[in-house]
């Protein structure tokens, strides 16, 4: 018992050394024309690992900030306590409104995530991650092909498999057969929600195959290292869409799998709901970042 309470001390009192240590730090990135402000969290030197996080839809901020909730910094400072470095940054589409509805996935998400990747390897860190949530996981083979050799693994957190309309499909049911409504009004909201997204963006959604991209990418860079996270209580991206990447990356992947955690990885008693995101309290689970800070450091 001694001996437990001495290691739980000494565990203790690292995690603290490393968070006083931890620095934040302004910093953009620059992609040609557009220039994102983002929040570089330096806990160690070069040669220690970096994480770029990735948003999922929507015009998000680095914080990847849902109602009182603010995932990305909560994941950030975590992973400060292990000795892991971070980079978040404000989505492109939050800054830039003018000309958004002509991007598709790669004007969206993927060029400014591999333009991190570009800048942080030019200015000398060693062992870079990328760790994509929602529609950032399910652009992560994507980011994976046009970073090539920078980048040394890569995590999905809530990553979907299937498209915005399957995604859809599933939500819809869910939400609609909670609130009582019809199939037929079931398949009319959706309808509509489609019909609001730019044809590009939905044409490219389309013919987008995250599971063949991927294919891809673990023949060419059979280096790189993944991990695939999911929470058993999130609406959104379901354990289908988990099954779906298991499939796909067999004995290629470390797994996470939170019977009770949500879309931004909280544990919840029950199934989420659209309002769960605008509840004070509740964090990312520590367990998960504890489970994502030994993916990276290999242990």
Same mark, same amino acid.
């Given at each position: ?87 978040? +940054? ?38 870079? @991650? ?78 987008? @195959? ?24 999130? +609406? ?64």
């Amino acid at each position: 018992m001694a001996t437990r309470l001495f290691k739980s001390l000494i565990l203790a009192f690292a995690l603290s050394i490393n968070s006083v240590n931890a620095q934040e730090q302004d910093y953009t990135i620059t992609n040609g024309e557009i220039s994102l402000p983002g929040t570089l969290y330096l806990a160690a030197d070069k040669s220690s690992p970096i994480v770029v996080l990735v948003h999922g839809s929507g015009p998000n901020d680095r914080n990847e900030t849902m109602g009182p909730n603010k995932p990305f910094k909560q994941l950030a400072e975590g992973l400060a306590s292990f000795g892991i470095s971070s980079l978040r +940054y404000d989505k492109r589409t939050m800054l830039y409104k003018q000309g958004a509805d002509t991007l598709t996935y790669i004007g969206e998400t993927v060029e400014d995530a591999v333009q991190a990747v570009k800048q942080l390897k030019a200015e000398g860190y060693e062992h870079i @991650y990328v760790a994509g949530h929602s529609q950032g996981g399910h652009c992560a083979p994507l980011i994976a092909r046009d970073a090539k050799n920078m980048v040394d693994g890569i995590i999905l957190l809530s990553g979907n498999v299937g498209n915005m309309e399957t995604m859809l499909n599933s939500q819809l049911n869910y939400l609609g057969k909670q609130q009582g409504a019809t199939d037929m009004q079931i398949s009319q909201a959706k309808q509509q929600m489609l019909a609001s997204l730019p044809a590009k963006w939905i044409e490219y959604d389309r013919n987008y @195959y995250p599971i063949s991209t991927l294919k891809t990418v673990l023949k060419n860079y059979p280096q790189i290292r993944w991990m695939v996270v999911q929470g058993g209580h999130d +609406y959104q991206v379901t354990a289908t869409d988990f099954s779906m990447w298991q499939m796909a990356f067999m004995n290629k992947a470390t797994y996470y799998y939170g019977e009770t955690l949500d879309h931004i990885l909280r544990p919840l008693p029950n199934m989420a709901t659209p309002q769960d995101y605008m509840k004070e309290g509740g964090e990312m689970d520590k367990e998960v970042i504890k489970a994502i800070a030994k993916f990276i450091k290999g242990e």
